[in-house]
């Protein structure tokens, strides 16, 4: 089978001295049909398989001139199987103009950066993976006067044909408008150029609108269209595109394009291109993460994690306080609540208040000196090879703080469905809330692995991930995944003040989460563990929390941590992330006869749970569905209950399965017990996620956005 490929350019962009070089003499010369247009093409030396067309210079696709029609009647029949566009690199606005309507035609398309000589020697650069990146298309620098890259650039063509079309994002009420029309016109095009033609109908193109059989009722829909967004717009709809168009390109040369002397941008690429390169980028963001948590989380931020608990809250205070309460001759059950409810349960929250400052002081020196922002751009071509938006990248770094304003942020995505999956997954990270779950067990059960902390933070990514995956290949969130584009600033050294506020807020926030929520949370896990149903006090043990557990523990055994205490935990957490560890302290402290060694908590707990329950504990806590105020958050954002449900069902069953899996395998191969019945139950949830993750998504229908949407946000 022949493969036909078409040259397209501006004029004088060098398209005849390119289709030379290609095709040497095995050229044939004619007319377009019905036009004077020259029409030349030739069979690619290397390849005869492969025939190249080349088509008219042209500026832009619209129908004004016989050169513009024959291009856009020969393209639109889809007779070629990739384009080849020439551009003038020296010339690169008035150029993308008309790479922009190639690419809207649905044809898979290479970019010929040619004239690369000459900019060259004016000292310019343009970042070709950045606009390859931005583009969606393989973008290959030429010259085609030297001979170089020109046959990179056939191959390249003859290698796109197979590959799938992504296309440039405009503004997002523009692309609701299109997403629309081209609903509207379902079956009556092509499914390839769906784009295109919606496009050109919403330009007002004449020539299209006739071509078109279009029913009254698509017309009257159609015009319906245009005109809400010409009012959102406040401009007419020919001129809405060509903007469009422009700032698009205006972005695009702003981000890729630079004077080869401004020393900071040399540095700045220099950087990139190990920072964001196609191999390194991963390895090194994950050595970068490693060492930001195993510092703050097992290092640095233990030391005075460690004096805060043992001596700060292992002695001083509470000896001060018993001794203050005894002078008052203080009733027993009140100084019981203040210092095995209130000091034991805030007190073991706020002994992780350095290792959270620690930690924030790590992640805002990365993100103010411009890291974070490549770790984006890499998480971008990542995702989005799996169907996901890198969009939801940036939720996932602000959810490392707080799962809230990590939700919230969501909004930054304009594909609904995008936007419901990164709702249903943000809170998968690691938030502050949980680095005391984190720390307590690393610290506890793993003194000595570094691995512990930073591979929650690995898992949670991973579990985003994957679960996106699978998400993206139900009926209800599937489609194909909104791109994103988002500026990369220079590298710079941080600065100190604004990095050590952003700890400081952290710090303050969580504090203040002791001080209030959890604070009161204490107060009734302390009463619930120190009375019975018939409010006498008792043993913890026979308390109506424990009761409570026991009843529920059971279903908890199978992850390794089917006990009262570790289950009310877990339950507690649903307030706050935080109420796991004050429980656990309050349970702890109270319970057994408090030890005089250091680290009180640890003891206790070392005794009761083996090393891979505790992991098996921390999974599921970081996993399954986050505290209330997140659940909240999710309701506001979904704006449904049902989808709010469904949030909640979906993180604690994945959180359940995960922690299953890794508790019963671990069991076989860490402990190496015998193949049990619910090594089988583990087996199976595994064969359900996998099969999830990996079977063939449903075919792709295009993500529409409802007419009623867009009237809604005029209305607002
Ligand atoms: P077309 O109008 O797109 O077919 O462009 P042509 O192939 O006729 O080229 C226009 C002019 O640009 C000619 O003078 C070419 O020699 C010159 N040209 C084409 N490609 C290059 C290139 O890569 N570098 C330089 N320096 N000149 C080029
Ligand atoms: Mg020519």
Redo the contacts with the bound molecule.
Sequence with gaps: MTIEIALA???????????NLLTASNQRVGNWPGVTVERKSGFAKKNKQVEVQ?LP?IYSMSPYTSEEIVARDYLLSHQAHSILN?VDATNLERNLYLTLQLIETGIPLVLAL?????LKNQGKIINISKLSYFLGVPVVA?????NEGVDKALKKAIAVTEDAISFPVYDKHFEASIAEIVDVLGNTVPAASARFYAIKLFEQDEAIWQSLDLSSFQKKEIAEIIKITEEIFTEDAESIVVNQRYQFIEHLIRMTQSQGDDFKLKVSDRIDQVVTNRFLALPIFAFVMWVVYYLSIQTVGTMGTDWVNDVLFGQWIPDTVAAFLNALKVEAWLQDLILNGIIAGCGAVLGFLPQIIVLFLCLGILEDVGYMSRVAFVMDRIFRRFGLSGKSFIPMLIATGCGVPGIMASRTIENERDRRITIMTTTFMPCSAKLPIISLVAGAFFPKNPWIAPSAYFLGIATIVLSGMALKKTKRLGGAASPFIMELPSYHLPKMKSVSRYALDKGISFVKRAGTIIFVTNIFIWFTTSYNIFLQMVSPDKSILASLGRWLAVLFSPLGFGDWRATVAAITGLLAKETVISTLGILYHSGAEVTETSKSLWAPLQASYTPLAAYSFLVFNLLCAPCFASIGAIRREMNSLRWTMMAVFFQTGLAYGVSLLIYQFGLIYFYKQTVGIWTWVAVAVLAVFLYFVFRKAPAEKVAVIRLEDLQQKQAL
């Design positions: 350019g501006n004029p004088n962009s060098g398209k005849t001295t390119l289709f080349d210079g020439v040619n004239m690369s000589d000459i030429t010259s085609a006067v030297k």
